[in-house]
């Protein structure tokens, strides 16, 4: 199903996780193999592996490797032992709510095949590892079929960070319209944003997007503004790693800015949010956990000092677009406006 022009970030492999190092592209294409929960935990937390939905399924494959081993025999001792390993796991980043989605998805398929023995249970946790990544591609491709009908050919499109097939099993979720679009013979026009400090959008989505033959021109964020006043973009669409109840998304940083700048311009801003990533659990997007990462990704961009030593840093690596500037949030189950976002899991 997935086209040929597109890059597997994540693949299980002959009983190995093997991840696309996303830190050294687009220079080098590196294949990382991972075989223990704390491996994958240091790839999450390094960004080798990145975006909400590549996240959540990193870290059920490491739950299934964390817990391959184990030599307990009953129920009671593996159900510790798995819910330690995800404690774990969970740790590795707090915003993305994909992640924490995955883990408990797996502990839910143990708990409902409680009767099994220990090893049926541990073929569990990787057969339900395998269904969501399985599934991820199909969820893409179809929020990539609703966003088409919000798009029209010869629009242009600007995106924010990698909501890409490098953070997802195929298509991306934001970018799945520009795929599907290329496979229709529509010409679409795709501004990416550089996205710093990481540049996601520089590194990952501009360079996904080129190998898929798919018209991208790379801008610094900084641009954003000035592109959307020469009336170059008709449509704004991103990602997200969690969707609060009341409709507040939470992307990569900048994202927010991106939307201001849209509702200024009165251009569409627009949401692509697998169901893995809406988080009813949280009211407001002022309860979303907001990563801080470490000042070198700012002070140390690419590996250069380009900062005075000791200078005081702030780094938060996600923000919060509030639901006003939101046109509308699509998801496998639909199109939504963001304050009606609970209907989507209905
Ligand atoms: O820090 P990252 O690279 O994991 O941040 C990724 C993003 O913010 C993406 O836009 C988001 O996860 C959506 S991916 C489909």
Redesign the pocket.
């Known amino acids: 199903m997935t086209t040929s022009t597109q890059t597997t970030p994540v693949k299980w492999e002959d009983d190995v996780l093997v991840l696309l190092d996303q830190t050294r592209l687009p220079v080098e294409t590196i294949y990382l193999q991972l075989t223990t929960a704390e491996q994958v935990w240091g790839s999450i937390r390094r960004?080798e592996v990145?975006?909400?939905?590549a996240?959540g399924m990193a870290a059920a494959y490491g739950l299934y490797l964390g817990i391959r081993g184990s030599e307990v025999q009953t129920y009671e001792q593996f159900w510790q032992e798995l819910n330690s390993q995800a404690d774990y796991l969970g740790t590795s980043?707090p915003t993305?709510v994909n992640l924490f989605w995955a883990l408990d998805r797996i502990k839910a398929r143990v708990q409902q095949n409680s009767a099994l023995p220990v090893d049926e249970l541990k073929k569990a946790v990787l057969d339900e590892a395998l269904a969501i990544q399985k599934e991820d591609a199909e969820v893409c491709r179809t929020i990539g079929e609703h966003l088409l009908t919000l798009l029209q050919d010869g629009m242009g499109v600007l995106t924010?960070?990698?909501?890409?097939a490098l953070?997802?099993a195929a298509y991306?979720?934001?970018t799945a319209p520009f795929y599907l679009a290329k496979e229709r013979g529509w010409d679409l026009k795709v501004y990416a944003d550089e996205t710093r400090p990481?540049l996601?959008g520089a590194r990952l989505t501009a360079y996904e997007l080129q190998q898929a033959g798919i018209d991208v021109t790379l801008i610094c964020d900084n641009m954003a503004a000035m592109v959307m006043s020469q009336g170059k973009v008709q449509a704004v669409v991103?990602?997200?790693?969690r969707v609060a109840a009341n409709g507040d998304v939470a992307?990569?940083i900048g994202t927010y800015g991106v939307a201001v700048l849209a509702k200024a311009h009165g251009i569409p801003f627009y949401v692509?949010a697998p169901l893995s990533?809406v988080d009813l659990a949280t009211a407001t997007g002022a309860e979303i956990p907001i990563e801080e990462r470490p000042a070198e990704e700012i002070t140390h961009g690419l590996g250069k000092q380009v900062a005075p030593d000791d200078i005081k840093v702030y780094n938060p690596?996600?923000d919060v677009t509030p639901a006003q500037y939101i046109t509308a949030i699509v998801t496998e189950t639909g199109i939504f406006k963001p304050e009606e976002i609970a209907k989507s899991k209905q």
């Open positions: 960004l990145r975006g909400a939905p996240i980043r993305a924010h960070c990698n909501p890409g953070a997802t991306g979720t934001a990481v996601q991103v990602g997200t790693d992307n990569k692509a990533s690596a996600f």
